[in-house]
């Protein structure tokens, strides 16, 4: 009997690919017999994390934050190979202060990378999958803010919360097309983008708010993404999967 989780010969982009999440997602993809394509902006980094994992591996420089960049990294990906998988994990959290704090400025730089780059990766590799017949899995790394409040990440938050919405919508207008699209949740993660959040003086409280007591790590992450990748989901759309120890129940 065919291994329902199984990946292999699927091709997969996975944005934001060379550290953190993106980078756990990516290795699991590979076990699971994948070839992944990884994106990010810093070049010298995106290729030290491509050669980390191995052949079935290659990079592609992006900016998240710029929809003509999508379209064209995305038109590189494709000749290489059709894409089955998109991940889009990149995404950018690097303020945490109250609402009334905020700049335009920091606003802005927030919506473009999280909300307008997933959804326009999105769209440009829906539209090459509905042209070649081809059946897709698209999964969007959001995070537990966007479904409960969490205080001083409220630009975060809106972009994960309109993020959730446009992976219903989605889901909703391409089913007929058999590509589908869900979204993993996860709680607070331990990687380079929360190190210092949680070496200052709010980290204390913010690990008693987890109820399993420990941050997730990247793995906990990947596991939720390989299945909606495979065949093991092929009837799930418009999901959100929470990946986040209980952080919601509190």
């Known amino acids: 009997m065919p291994n329902p989780f199984s990946l292999e010969g699927k091709t997969a982009i996975v944005t934001g690919g060379s550290r953190g ?12 017999g994948a070839r992944v394509i990884i994106t990010a902006r810093n070049e010298a980094q995106l290729n030290e994390a491509a050669a980390s994992l191995g052949p079935n591996c290659i990079a592609r420089t992006c900016d998240n934050s710029d929809p003509a960049a999508i379209a064209a990294m995305v038109e590189s990906a494709w000749r290489l190979s059709p894409v089955d ?10 303020y945490y202060k109250k609402s009334e704090h905020v700049t335009v400025e920091e606003w802005d730089s927030v919506v473009d990378v999280n909300m307008r780059g997933t959804y326009f990766c999105s769209v440009e590799v829906a539209k090459r999958q509905f042209d070649a017949g081809l059946a897709g899995s698209i999964v969007n790394v959001t995070s537990v803010t966007g ?19 446009f992976t219903k919508v989605m889901a909703l207008e ?19 983008l929360v190190g210092d959040l949680f070496a200052s003086r709010h980290g204390e409280g913010l690990r008693a708010d987890i109820p399993m007591g420990r941050l ?11 299945w909606l990748a495979s065949d093991a ?3 799930v759309t418009g999901s959100v999967i929470v990946v986040d120890g209980g952080r919601q129940l509190v």
């Open 21 to 32: 999440i993106g980078h756990g997602i990516a290795r699991a993809f590979i076990a699971a």
């Open 85 to 94: 998988i998109l991940v889009n994990n990149a995404g950018i959290s690097p």
């Open 147 to 165: 479904v409960m409040p969490v205080a001083r990440q409220g630009v975060y938050a809106a972009t994960k919360a309109g993020i959730h919405q």
């Open 174 to 192: 391409w089913a007929d097309k058999n590509v589908r699209v869900n979204a993993i949740a996860p709680g607070w993660v331990e990687t380079e």
């Open 216 to 226: 997730a790590t990247p793995e906990d992450v990947a596991g939720a993404a390989v």
């Open 233 to 235: 989901a092929s009837y």
